[in-house]
């Protein structure tokens, strides 16, 4: 189950981005779109999130779809934008039918990048949504390369406590069909062929990323010994961003969109987000913290459904899905560091991550 690939590589999916990186500004959206039908979960592991309609994800409300995902910049004024990704499917005819027209579900979350373009007051709004969902069209079959890096929700996103750029990245796993082992003792179970776990990460952490063949923790010395370096320039009003009047390590969020077409309940879904997050834990070291909004998203389009006649089958297939899924976040947020490239505003300058 080698990763690979995009959040495209699920059938169905669609993402646009906006952003602005000029006059100010340093933010934006990124827009997942989804397919009619398609059910949704989210789980919310972080201490400082910034949410809209996740309520409508839990598995025992009336609707049982979503129709997209809104993330964004702009920390909590920023979810103004999800307004405009529900406008926009709303023109396309796409939400829950009700009398008179359709209410589409719309579920975000926020990344803090207030003040890194030099304008506090520069963020995202309902226009920059609706762009950003408009933007989708027709790039399924595009490439990706422009999908990724300082993009959409990561175009003022930063990493290692504000010290790097991060931004956009994105993987995917596909689940091998055929027969796989079953419980112990047990006949093997038969995975349908065509299965993909797809995701994209906003990359905004207040942890820096570990890297395959990096010894972990013990080596982020140096890095740490940076961090507290741009703190104290942030402190003094120069460096690592618009940082002088607040909190330190305050302001961090990786925002998680984990797809697949494996057919799975809300309350299947809401599982998979939270399976999901190990992904996270072992791409960002520290992760889930107070000071982070970590966020994960977790979506099914319902497409393929595998052999639920058996116990056994219901449950391997969850979890090869579920494991499928921690793979795929943990390399698109590796990707989101690796994608992302330098930048100064009045604010500040980022520089790329020391990718090892």
């Known amino acids: 189950m080698g990763p690979m690939g995009s959040l495209l590589d699920v059938p169905g999916l669609r993402v646009g981005h906006a952003q602005r990186s000029e006059d100010g ?75 008179g027209g359709v209410v589409p579900i719309v579920a975000g979350a926020v990344i803090f990048d207030l003040g890194r373009g030099g304008d506090f ?23 990706d390369g422009g999908l990724r890096g300082c993009v959409g929700a990561g175009t003022g996103a930063a990493v290692g406590r504000a010290m790097y750029k991060g931004g956009v990245g994105m993987a995917s796993v596909k689940v091998p069909g055929g027969a796989v082992p079953g419980p112990p003792g047990g006949a093997p179970v038969v995975l349908p062929e065509g299965i993909v776990v797809g995701a994209l990460a906003v990359v905004n952490a207040a942890g820096v990323p570990v890297f395959p063949g990096a010894a972990g923790a013990g080596e982020l010395g140096d890095t740490e010994g940076e961090a507290e370096i741009a703190q104290e320039a942030a402190a003094a009003g120069e460096g690592g961003g618009a940082r002088g009047s607040v909190a330190p390590d305050a302001l961090n969020t990786t925002l998680v969109v984990v797809a697949t077409n ?15 997050h190990a992904g996270l834990a072992r791409a960002l070291d520290p992760s889930h913290t107070l000071v982070d909004g970590d966020t994960v998203f977790g979506l099914s389009t319902r497409a393929v459904e595998f052999d639920r006649s058996s116990e056994a089958g219901r449950v391997v297939g969850l979890m090869s899905v579920q494991v499928a899924a921690a793979n795929a976040v943990r390399e698109a947020i590796l990707d989101g560091v690796r994608s992302a490239t330098p930048v100064t505003t009045p604010a500040g300058t980022w520089e790329r991550f020391p990718v090892p």
């Open 121 to 143: 007051g520069a963020r995202p709004d309902a226009a920059m949504g609706f762009e950003a969902a408009a933007a989708c069209v027709g790039l399924e079959d595009a490439p």
């Open 262 to 276: 494996a057919s799975l309940t809300p309350a299947e879904c809401k599982r998979l987000a939270t399976a999901a």
């Open 25 to 99: 500004w340093l933010s934006g959206v990124t827009a997942v779109v989804l397919p009619p039908g398609s059910a949704g979960g989210v789980d919310v592991r972080g201490g400082g999130p910034g949410t809209i309609e996740t309520d409508a994800l839990d598995p025992s409300t009336l609707v049982q779809t979503v129709d997209g995902i809104a993330l964004c910049g702009g920390s909590a004024y920023g979810l103004a934008a999800a307004g405009g990704v529900q406008l926009w499917l709303e023109q396309q005819g796409q939400g829950h039918p009700v009398v």
